[in-house]
């Protein structure tokens, strides 16, 4: 029996009909309805955070919301930063701090970053590591995460010095 719920996702400003199933995650709506793949599975059930979107500007697991429960919300993605020829401040700061290196954790980073500085725009150090602690990188050691983070902030603040603070 088909159970098929024709709903509206608001994604990146843009209003999309699709016709899911109530079981269907977010996640895969995300990736295979949508076609936006910025999006990362990883672990899907809310461990990694590879997944992290932010849902009316907060950081949100996609793999842990079924699509249907998005409605009516704003959804965006990794793909409304930035693009590869005109990345936006945030993905600038993580390529100069090399906070990546395989990049399977990096949009999940990304957009955990993203809500987190829009909710604290001045955080200290120890807040940034606390808020990244959310999201597990096996690549980088998270400090050049923490350092791009800060870098941006910094930048967002207006300050015109990027160096960041001695690790504490
Ligand atoms: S894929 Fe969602 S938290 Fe890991
Ligand atoms: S850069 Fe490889 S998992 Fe984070």
């Given at each position: 029996m088909s159970d098929k719920h024709l709903i509206v996702l608001t994604v990146n400003g843009i209003d999309h009909e699709l016709l899911v199933e109530a079981r269907w995650t977010l996640l895969d709506v995300l990736r295979h309805q949508v076609e936006l793949t910025g999006t990362h599975v990883g672990c899907e059930h809310g461990v990694c955070g590879a997944c992290t979107i932010l849902v009316d500007e907060e950081p949100v697991r996609?793999?842990?919301?079924?699509?249907?429960?998005?409605?009516g919300h704003a959804i965006r993605t990794v793909?409304?930063?930035?693009?590869?020829t005109e990345p936006n401040d945030l993905q600038e700061a993580f390529s100069a701090r090399h906070g990546l290196q395989c990049g399977f954790c990096t949009p999940g980073f990304l957009m955990l970053a993203e809500g987190f500085l829009t909710q604290r725009?001045?955080?200290s150090r120890e807040e940034i590591r606390e808020a990244v602690s959310a999201n597990l990188c096996r690549c980088t050691g998270y400090q050049t995460i923490v350092d791009a983070i800060e870098d941006t902030a910094r930048r967002r603040a207006g300050q015109t010095d990027p160096e960041p603070e001695a690790v504490r």
């Open positions: 996609a793999c842990l919301v079924y699509a249907v429960q998005a409605e793909e409304s930063l930035g693009t590869p725009p001045t955080p």
